[in-house]
């Protein structure tokens, strides 16, 4: 393996008809087995951080509620608040469980 370097500037010599090569840029494969896990943990707080986020809403909507009822609001707008606020923290639920499977399964596949 020879090298050609332009003696006046330390750079590759391109004309020369040789091959040129970057030692440098030459990496030997290393497989990473930390990252896929590592990845997935990240993933996985963020997930959490983002369900809790949309679990407050419900909660919140549960204390709305609870004071609207101290205050004698209807009891159809009660009932249909209180759907709003299951309906929420279900699809919340749902999509949670949705997200770490996939990415469960994403990282399971890059091992």
């Known amino acids: 393996m020879s090298y ?3 003696t006046s500037s330390g750079a590759p010599a391109a004309s020369s008809g040789q091959a040129v090569l970057y030692p440098h840029a030459i990496k030997p494969y290393v497989y990473d087995c930390w990252k896929p896990p590592l990845r997935f943990v990240v993933e996985a707080i963020t997930g959490v ?3 809790g986020v949309v679990a407050g ?3 919140g909507v ?5 004071y609207l009822e101290r205050q004698g609001v209807d009891v159809f707008i009660a009932y ?3 759907a709003a606020e299951y309906a929420l923290f279900v699809a919340d639920l749902a999509l949670f469980a949705r997200f770490l499977w996939k990415s469960s399964l994403r990282t399971w596949q890059s091992l």
């Open 4 to 6: 050609a370097v332009n």
């Open 57 to 59: 809403a419900a909660v």
């Open 62 to 66: 549960s204390i709305y509620l609870h």
């Open 80 to 82: 249909g608040l209180q």
């Open 49 to 51: 951080f983002l369900f």
